[in-house]
């Protein structure tokens, strides 16, 4: 399950993020996960529950998915279609052959952390 892998990934930037403004505790970590990706969602949120446990300053704190649709460029014709609704297929030519423009980045957007 390489989510994991991923989600220590995210605690070591974000821990870097407090260390370097000073903060103890983060309240949401939102992470993008592009449809392109192999990222499970479901994952990631059940790892994170259990991970954020075992850290001070991610004790309590959310774990934010937003999900970016796959976008797919038709090689055939030029048409910029969402990737899974279409079931990797063209809607106006039929084609199968693509490139993949947008859904395949997986990062943290935004660090939140309560005002005080
Ligand atoms: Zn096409």
Do not use: W
């Amino acid at each position: 399950m390489h989510e994991l892998t991923l989600l220590y990934g995210v605690v070591d930037k974000v821990g870097k993020v407090c260390e370097e403004n000073g903060l103890d505790h983060v309240d949401a970590i939102v992470i993008e996960v592009g449809e392109a990706t192999s990222v499970i969602p479901e994952f990631l949120q059940d790892g994170y529950e259990v991970i954020s446990d075992d850290y001070d300053f991610l004790r309590g704190s959310e774990l934010i998915i937003e999900k970016v649709t796959a976008v797919g460029l038709c090689r055939e014709c030029g048409t910029e279609f969402p990737i899974v609704v279409n079931k990797g297929f063209c809607p106006k030519c039929g084609s199968f052959d693509k490139d993949v423009i947008d859904g395949t980045d997986f990062f943290i957007k935004e660090v939140r952390v309560r005002e005080s």
